[in-house]
């Protein structure tokens, strides 16, 4: 029997040797990285970085930006005026009360106000006006209270003046604004609620 020959040393496995241990890494490094990019693609990325910042818009209205703007809330109907209408102020008169207002052509127990020589006269006598003079242009309920308290028969109108008025027969109240001498009288702006003055 032949002895073992001395000063050799026992063989070592090829996965305890430093070439083995070396391959175990690197294929375990290569698995993460496999696994890591098979996550990435499942989650889309999976950024925890914060999202991008728009820079802000400038503001621009709808109007501006030509956009469809919502329409007015419809007034109730004693608030909504109709008009204003453009008329021709003179001493023929206007029926406020028609739809819509118009001038007189000739003599016309119709006429709720008309020109007595450079005043505004309400016709008939008892059907009031009273001058606006605050600022801004009044609501119907403004005109049916300066009315109850200050109405008159007649007024010295000017460029500017301003006026409630009852008018007759369906007792609309009007607003009357003296615009500018015209050809044959005065050019006047009319809106006129509907409903009674009381």
Request: proline share 9%.
């Amino acid at each position: 029997m032949s002895e073992p020959q001395r000063g050799t040393a026992p063989r070592t496995s090829f996965w305890q040797s430093m070439a083995g241990i070396l391959t175990a890494v690197a294929g375990l490094i290569t698995a993460l990285v496999g696994v890591a990019a098979f996550v990435y693609q499942v989650t889309g990325g999976g950024s925890t970085s914060a999202p991008a910042t728009r820079s802000p818009t400038p503001s621009v209205s709808p109007r501006e930006a030509g956009a469809e703007t919502s329409p007015p809330q419809a007034a109730t109907p004693e608030s909504a005026g109709d008009g204003p209408f453009e008329l021709l102020f003179n001493n023929n008169g206007v029926d406020l009360d028609a739809d819509p207002p118009r001038v007189a052509t000739g003599p016309d127990p119709e006429i709720d106000i008309y020109d007595g020589g450079g005043s505004i006269q309400s016709f008939p006598i008892w059907a009031g006006l009273a001058r606006w003079s605050r600022t801004g242009s009044p609501t119907r309920e403004d005109c049916v209270s300066l009315l109850n308290g200050f109405a008159t028969i007649d007024s010295t109108y000017r460029k500017g003046s301003r006026y409630c008025v009852h008018t007759r027969e369906d007792v609309h109240v009007a607003f009357v604004e003296f615009v500018a001498p015209i050809e044959a009288g005065w050019k006047i702006r009319v809106t006129v609620w509907p409903g009674t003055a009381d």
